[in-house]
């Protein structure tokens, strides 16, 4: 696993990275005094620095193999820690403030938002690396302009079709539904919406109302003051789910288990879904086709895309060896190549997911991914989340009128991140 050619360490300025990286968050520091001369400093440095990186036990493999080749071409020494990945984001924001964090950890890029407001990470540059990636996880991994993370892989949501029942893709949702509807099956199409809403699941078509959760600036980056999924696309959605829960084309009753269990047994010939779902469906023997998700308002229904990537700490004193072990190594085709291999999603390397494509299910829910936006990383979300659901539920169960609704949830909203 080699350094690309434009490796800070590969292309002479290995003595600079190691004379900068001294030590790793929390550990020891260099002797005050020295008689060595400077060449025999560096040379030590180099030998003793180490960055400390958390990561979660899928990926620890492909990244002990990185660490490897990076501490032999640069002497700096890459610790990994294996973490539970459920609980990084909660022991990273308590552990960089004391000095005791790691200089790099392994994270989601919704977490990026909390993590920039509690001064735990820092800009990343990515220089003419940037271009190396998909542009969607790019623009997931930047907080107000300013990138802070290398993107390793995507994920997104899909359309499942069975080609036994519905041999065409179809071309929008009112033809996903008579398609469903000739098939004889029991459900027309199937899609997680349970008695708590499932917002995530059905932004793609709240999406083609032209109603997303909040508007960008100028350089594109979501603004939390621009509250947009209240305009009048959103309280179209909101009419638009009532009449749905009324045909039955969408029921709180279907939860996540139950819309798997229905499509893989034959009961339906669309599910709007992930790439976890496939694996069982192909069990099943049903013959598979992955489409774009169909619009519903007009406009392209575009899912959510979550990131995962690498951020560096705020208290690094590593940041020119941890920015280059992260931009010339995880961030490279080969490294990126192994973390698809393992994880099953696919690569933010550019490169690496034109290789994945050789799986036909990743390149399907990569080239959807790639026209999809990146789920809101600021930390105004929480609210959201905290509502939207609840009120979608309430307008497909027919217990609220869905504009008023709608008004109620947004009001909400926007009262508790204090517009």
Not at 146 to 162: C, D
Not at 255 to 275: C, H, M, Q, R, Y
Not at 282 to 289: F, H, T, Y
Request: with cysteine; charged share 20%; net charge negative.
């Amino acid at each position: 696993m080699k350094p690309t050619t434009r490796s800070l360490l590969a292309s002479g300025a290995l003595t600079a990275v190691a004379a900068l990286a001294l030590t790793a968050c929390g550990g020891s520091t260099a002797p005050a005094e020295s008689t060595s001369s400077p060449a025999q400093e560096s040379e030590a440095a180099a030998s003793s620095a180490t960055l400390t990186v958390w990561v979660d036990a899928n990926r620890a493999p492909v990244l002990t193999e990185a660490a490897k080749s990076f501490e032999e071409s640069s002497g700096v020494a890459v610790d990994l820690v294996t973490k539970d990945f459920s609980k990084i984001q909660e022991d990273f924001l308590r552990q960089v403030p004391t000095g005791k964090g790691p200089d790099i950890t392994i994270g989601a890029h919704d977490w990026l938002g909390n993590l920039v407001n509690n001064g735990v990470v820092q800009p990343v540059e990515l220089g003419e690396t940037a271009g190396d990636f998909q542009q969607v996880a790019v623009d997931a991994m930047s907080y107000d302009g300013k990138s802070y993370g290398v993107p390793y892989s995507t994920e997104n949501l899909a359309l499942l079709r069975n080609t036994d029942l519905a041999p065409e893709a179809p071309a929008d949702y009112e033809q996903m539904i008579a398609a469903g509807e000739e098939s004889g099956a029991e459900f027309p199409f199937l899609v997680q919406v349970s008695e708590t809403g499932d917002p995530f699941h059905l932004y793609p078509f709240q999406a083609s109302f032209g109603a997303p959760v909040f508007g960008t600036d100028a350089n594109g980056a979501y603004n939390a003051a621009d509250l947009a999924l209240g305009n009048a696309g959103g309280l179209e959605f909101a009419s638009w789910l009532a009449e749905q829960g009324e045909e039955g084309n969408l029921r709180t009753s279907i939860d996540a288990d139950i819309a798997k269990e229905k499509f893989v047994s034959g009961d339906s010939p669309f599910l709007i879904t992930g790439p976890w779902n496939v694996e069982a469906a192909q069990e099943a023997g049903i013959e598979l086709a992955i489409d774009p998700i169909p619009s519903a308002g007009g406009e392209p229904a575009q899912p959510f895309v979550g990131v995962q990537g690498f951020f560096v700490s705020s208290k690094t004193e590593n940041l020119l060896a941890a920015t280059e072990f992260l931009t010339n190594y995880i961030g490279t085709e080969q490294v990126q190549t192994k973390l698809y291999e393992v994880g099953n999603r696919p690569p933010a390397n550019n490169a690496a997911f034109e290789a994945a494509k050789d799986d036909e299910t990743i390149a399907a829910f990569g080239e959807v991914g790639e026209n999809g936006v990146p789920m809101p990383n600021v930390p105004e979300m929480a609210a959201v989340w905290e509502f939207w659901g609840v009120a979608e539920a309430d307008i497909i169960s027919g217990k609220a009128d869905p504009a008023e609704r709608w008004e109620q949830m947004a009001g909400d909203i926007e009262a508790a991140i204090g517009k």
